[in-house]
């Protein structure tokens, strides 16, 4: 049974760029959340996909954008990288079909860096 | 919107006693309250979570107790081991896939 699992687990950006991370649902999951760690904090929810829609929002910039695949995965971008964008990015799946069953769990993470 | 706040920031104990962390809630309708370890690197991982309907739950070396009615929630770990040092967050969640919204986190360091 696969995890959570995301891609690219490191990356470097120069200060202007754009990014694209990529996750992919832990196995029989259909919801995934993305959420910012900055060091030393909790992770900050970005926004959840479920059904291929934006369901939820946090307190993110439209710089931040996403998108959900047929197939449940999912993609977060950032446009016009700022080096306060500079975090971990984690991405949790869940199951939104199952009433009151919640548990989010989460992928590795990936590294994003901000020159 | 919700707001969880989350005590102490550091802990630390000697190995075998142990260890509480307490988080605070401010959202009524929250209804689902899970604890994740983080590891230095690692994703964070559910360890217990207790939902509105349950005042305590236990796992082993681990419980999770709720007053709803202070919305306050608490973390509980006997006999700590040096491999239960880490990094415990708190968080809360409403109904459905309401996103959860974590604490800050408690840095636990258990000393053998």
Known sequence: DAGVTQSPTHLIKTRG??????????SGH????????ALGQGPQFIFQYYEEEERQRGNFPDRF???????????????????GDSALYLCASSLMRVKGKTEAFFGQGTRLTVV | G???????????????????IKCTY????SNY??????????????IIDIRSNVGEKKD????????????????????????DSA??????????????????GTRLSVIA
């Open chain 1, 65 to 83: 954008s996403g998108h959900q695949f047929p197939n449940y995965s999912s993609e977060l971008n950032v446009n016009a990288l700022l080096l």
């Open chain 2, 2 to 20: 919700e707001n969880v706040e989350q005590h102490p920031s550091t802990l630390s104990v000697q190995e075998g006693d142990s260890a509480v």
């Open chain 1, 17 to 26: 760029q754009q990014v694209t991370l990529r996750c992919s649902p832990k």
């Open chain 2, 60 to 83: 082993q070396r681990i419980a999770v107790t709720l007053n709803k009615t202070a919305k306050h929630f608490s973390l509980h770990i006997t006999e700590t081991q040096p491999e």
């Open chain 2, 26 to 29: 401010s959202d009524s309708a």
């Open chain 2, 87 to 104: 990094v415990y967050f708190c968080a809360a969640g409403g109904s459905g896939n309401t996103p959860l919204v974590f604490g800050k």
């Open chain 1, 30 to 37: 259909d919801t995934v959340s993305w959420y910012q760690q």
């Open chain 2, 33 to 46: 309250f899970p604890w994740y370890k983080q590891e230095l690197g690692k994703r964070p991982q559910l």
